[in-house]
């Protein structure tokens, strides 16, 4: 069936690192991939997403790519900031009737000064 | 700050209580959701209303009752809940369900005794 998962629960870098977070989803139909970031007492926020027919896309500090081949998906955060702490979720979505969303179970960054 | 309010931010009933969380968006959007966030667990789609339309119910149990009266507001009406259900519950709105990018509330943190 279709999922979206996350490698690692949680990561720790150190301040002014670079961060990968990465991802994995099942459903080689979907045609969008999402990042959100959820901090405490919060909901989740937007931060960048690609199309399938995309292998990278930049934005501000961050950058997503995409392996269909190994259905793959990272999002890597530059020169990584306290305020980046978070939990950063994945999500797919597609014409699987209806533009469901799947969200992944999240993964966890804490960024130490 | 999203443009998506909830309220109540915290709620705490018994499981013969009926409670409604309530959810507002000022974007302007046509499509609102809802969503339950357990710890440990991926968020799970619930309700899905286009253009005050129901287009998605995610096999959610009957002790749940969505209500949609315009484009701008969306309830989840609550009765004879389980402890189970304790949770985050979390609105979001977008353009239209076709568009992938939601925009999320603060969550409303339900606690069932």
């Known amino acids: 069936g279709e999922s979206v998962g996350l490698h690692l629960p949680t990561l720790s870098v150190q301040e002014g690192d670079n961060s990968i977070i990465n991802c994995a989803y099942s459903?080689?139909?979907?045609?969008?991939f999402i990042w959100y970031k959820q901090e405490s007492g919060k909901g989740p926020q937007f931060i960048i997403d690609?199309?399938?027919?995309?292998d990278k896309r930049q934005g501000q500090r961050v950058t997503v790519l995409l392996n269909k081949t190994v259905k793959h998906l990272s999002l890597q955060i530059a020169a990584t900031q306290p305020g980046d702490s978070a939990v950063y979720f994945c999500?797919?979505?597609?014409?699987?009737?209806?533009?469901?969303?799947?969200f992944g179970a999240g993964t966890r960054l804490f960024v130490k000064a | 700050e999203t443009g998506v309010t909830q309220t109540p931010r915290h709620l705490v009933m018994g499981m013969t209580n009926k409670k409604s969380l309530k959810c507002e968006q000022h974007?302007?959007?046509?499509?609102m959701y809802w969503y339950k966030q357990s710890a440990k667990k991926p968020l799970e789609l619930m309700f899905v209303?286009?253009?005050?339309?129901?287009?998605e119910n995610n096999s959610v149990p009957s002790r749940f009752s969505p209500e949609c009266p315009n484009s701008s507001h969306l309830f989840l009406h609550l009765h004879t809940l389980q402890p189970e259900d304790s949770a985050l519950y979390l609105c979001?709105?977008?353009?239209?369900?076709?568009?992938?990018?939601?925009?999320f509330g603060p969550g409303t943190r339900l606690t069932v005794l």
């Open positions: 999500a797919e979505s597609g014409n699987t009737g209806g533009f469901k969303t799947i």
């Open positions: 459903n080689s139909a979907s045609d969008y």
């Open positions: 690609i199309r399938s027919n995309m």
């Open positions: 974007l302007g959007h046509n499509a």
């Open positions: 209303y286009n253009f005050k339309e129901q287009t």
């Open positions: 979001a709105s977008a353009r239209s369900s076709s568009y992938n990018e939601q925009f």
